[in-house]
């Protein structure tokens, strides 16, 4: 500290700094400082923009044996040795099975008016298919009730990972054409029943990770390395998944449901902004995604990934195409990290990838490389190539090392940096016209982060998963202003 201030001249300063007073002149209304004060208008959002928080079945749920629930990939996949980091289930996770209604109160006390939810597929058909399991359905109908009497609008993904075991033991799971249609029979069913109250259905979650991450390289359930052109199968059938969902989903469910993906986009950023950068971004984007949203949002698959794919390439039929490419309401991306920063090329295809420096700075899950930007531009490249009229962005946030201090409170500072940045550049989206609608932020509770165990914290509330115990971080009162005010920045 300078040696300007005597101890106590600080002690003061600090003190009027907390109460947000100092340097603030007592009568100053006209001084050049306020009157730039006066043009600094907060960031606003549209009045009907829609801010969530988002969790998933297996991830809060526990209560894995409870009325009647099958068996799902991930309790074989947590319950194999040397699978999850921190050696933990999500046997008990957050009891939230139990617990649902506190957690409701969690969201409503957040002011927040929308949430995000999975429902899981073995509680509701146990094999996968066959007869339904109907105290299954009855927690997401006491869990929608609750919601709307909580003033809080249900947003159901049908599937965030938690695929029946019995498919897997039967056909392979997503290795065969059969689990496409399991799931659009299971989606339907599900839509029939639940749309009377439930307005907005994601088919899959984050179908790029769970392809590659599950039946690629082995490291998410069922933990399979298939060779590329079983792989490249296996994600064709995912797509067709989607599409024959959405058409079970629009033969079922109430006349107005909205339905669509939430994927984990390729999410490019232009190098640096020159027209000639994003061009280049917009064509990497719609190549780096032509093997699940591209197709989806086009019904084909582009020639570059044919071509790259060569004898590797899916077998597929027109009908299918036909199929993937049903027409969605709208596109959920889940935004966390950049994963392509791109760069004009003088040679074909147009484009390059970047390599990353090591430096490249990241939050507190390795993977989870800073770049605020990259809320900015996915949506805007995904907009401008699919032509998109309708965008959520079905996730957001960070991991934290978080800690309850003594005085009870998580002093999360590193989280709220990331939030208000990558806040203000949705608000530069959204500024500009991109079709942003909404957004979700992850997770409302620390919950079972998959490989990671309990290891990784996202929630706004933390957890201590001994007691069960919630308690809400600082981010937790970030995110209360932010929605209360529909605005970020002062
Ligand atoms: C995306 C996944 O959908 C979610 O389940 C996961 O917890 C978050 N990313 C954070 O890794």
Partial sequence: MSGKFSRRQFARLAGLAALGMAATPANSANTKQNRAADRRAPAGFPKDFVWGTATSAYQIEGAVNEDGRGRSIWDTFAHTPGKIGDSSTADRAN?????????????????????????????????????????????????????????????????????????????????????????????????????????????????GRFVNFGYGWGIDAPGLKLPTAELNQARHHVALGHGLAVQAIRSQARAGTRVGPAENIAACVPAFDTPENVRAAEMATRELNAGLLGVML???????????????????????????????????????????????????????????????????????????????????????????????????????????????????????????????????????????????????????????????RFGLYHVDFDTQRRTPKLSAAFYRDVVARNAIGV
């Fill in 95 to 207: 009891e939230h099975y139990y617990r649902y209604k506190e957690d409701v109160r969690l969201i409503r006390d957040l002011g927040v008016r929308h949430y995000r939810f999975s429902v899981a597929w073995p509680r509701i058909f146990p094999d996968g298919t066959g007869a339904p399991n109907p105290k299954g359905l009855d927690f997401y109908n006491r869990l929608i009730d609750e919601l709307l009497a909580n003033g809080i609008e249900p947003y159901a993904t049908l599937y965030h990972w938690d695929l029946p075991q019995a498919l897997q033991d039967r056909v392979g799971g997503w290795q065969s054409s059969d689990t496409s249609k399991a799931f659009a029979d299971y989606a339907g069913y599900v839509a029939g029943r639940l749309t009377d109250r439930v307005k907005t259905v994601f088919t899959l979650n984050e179908a």
């Fill in 298 to 456: 086009e019904g084909k698959y582009t020639d570059g990934f044919l071509e790259y794919s060569g004898k590797d390439a899916p077998k597929f039929t027109a009908d299918e195409l036909k199929i993937i490419g049903s027409k969605n309401d709208f596109v959920g991306l889940n935004i966390y990290a950049p994963q392509f920063y791109i760069a004009a090329s003088d040679k074909a295809p147009g484009w390059s990838v970047l390599p990353f420096p090591g430096s490249f700075p990241h939050m507190n899950s390795e993977w989870l490389r800073i770049g605020p930007e990259t809320i900015y531009w996915a949506p805007r490249l995904a907009a401008k190539v699919w032509n998109i009229e309708t965008i959520y962005i079905s996730e957001n946030g960070t991991s934290s090392e978080d800690k309850v201090h003594a005085d009870g409170k998580v002093y999360d500072l590193d989280r709220i940096m990331f939030l208000r940045n990558y806040l203000r550049q949705l608000h530069r989206a959204v500024a500009e016209g991109v079709p942003v609608r909404g957004y979700f932020l992850w997770s409302l509770m620390d919950n079972f982060e998959w490989i990671f165990g309990y290891e990784k």
